[in-house]
């Protein structure tokens, strides 16, 4: 069975860094392409940032683009998310996800596992 575990989430303030990590168990990750997504009060999921297992290509939200890193480390089966320069309209529950294939990344409806999420609050 395999599960995503995020952790990493909090409350901080504007202009203000924080590290996003998603565990993930039950299966290796060779392949495919792993993501952030977050969705905050009374909006749909979003896509955050995503990155491919083979070759390291990244893709970015144009909202969080220059701002947000997102990085993986293939011996820990794990991938992360740096968020710098927080800004209150980042404020929302962030979850990781993983698909086997690596067409596509930003549509949630492709991912085939999601973690539970973890809670940004950015105070401005």
């Known amino acids: 069975q395999v599960q995503l575990v995020e952790s990493g989430g909090g409350l901080v303030q504007a202009g203000d860094s924080l590290r996003l990590s998603c565990a993930a168990s039950?299966?290796?990750?060779?392949?495919?392409?792993m993501g952030w997504f977050r969705q905050a009060p009374g909006k749909e999921r979003e896509f955050v940032a995503a990155i491919r297992r083979s070759g390291g290509s990244t893709f970015y939200a144009d909202s969080v683009k220059g701002r947000f890193t997102i990085s993986g480390d293939n011996a820990k089966n794990a991938w992360y998310l740096q968020m710098n320069s927080l800004k209150s309209e980042d404020t929302a529950v962030y979850y990781c996800?993983?698909?086997?294939?690596?067409?596509?990344?930003?549509?949630?409806?492709?991912?085939?596992?999601w973690g539970q999420g973890t809670k940004v609050t950015v105070s401005s």
């Open positions: 039950g299966r290796t990750f060779s392949r495919g392409t």
């Open positions: 996800a993983a698909k086997e294939s690596s067409l596509g990344y930003s549509s949630p409806i492709r991912y085939d596992y």
